[in-house]
């Protein structure tokens, strides 16, 4: 396998991004970048520290003093904003509904785009997210998005909040994840949009498995190109 390839997985709210994201960088012993949590931590900080979801200047001056690291886990990547853990935290329903108003926002764009690139300058990248293969990396090799009916999404969502103790009825979370693919695909900057050169993949009626060895049958055949 090249090991300079930038693979981008976009989609909307619990398409399985992240997921299917971290096993193929598994795979390919590629570094995973999960934009995802870039943005929720973000969100974090801006609620716990009181500042406006939509003041793009407050923001940038929030991001310019606080830096996020990934670092390997037993189970799952973890995630720190300085030098606080917020793995958990930011994978909670008030990040979740939140976290759009700030994606929004010109300047995090910006700053957290900038940031993205360079962590992927070197290739060997796998980036989950919804513009990865449309504004961030633009010119990666392998483009994947990933779909899935709302209401297979929200049965996802259902399970991981009930294996962590949150108990949203499941009617809720169809609203919520509907509510956040109008607002992510309809924002003025960046919004979810599938790459012209990217290969959709409806994860629907997929199983994990599945769906990983869909993708890495696209990248081997990408890499013979």
Known sequence: MKENMQITIDGPASAGKSTIAKLIAKKLQYIYCDTGAMYRSATYVALK????????????????????????????????????????????????????????????????????????????????GRDIGTAVLPHAQVKIFLIASVHERAVRRYKENVAKGINTPLATLEQEIAARDQKDSTRKISPLTKAKDAIEVDTTSMGIEEVVAKVMAIVKEKEQE
Do not use: C, H, W, Y
């Not at 690291?69 to 329903?93: A, K, L, M, S, Y």
């Not at 008030?94 to 940031?115: C, D, F, G, K, W």
């Open 49 to 128: 520290n009181k500042v406006r979801l939509d003041d793009d200047a407050a923001l940038a001056q929030m991001l310019g003093q606080m830096t996020i690291r990934f670092q390997p886990g037993e189970t799952e990547q973890r995630v720190f904003v300085n030098d606080e853990e917020v793995t958990d935290v930011i994978r909670t329903p008030e990040i979740a509904n939140n976290v759009s108003v700030v994606a929004a926002q010109p300047s995090v764009r910006e700053i957290l785009t900038a940031q993205q690139r360079k962590i992927a300058a070197q290739g060997g990248i796998v980036m989950d």
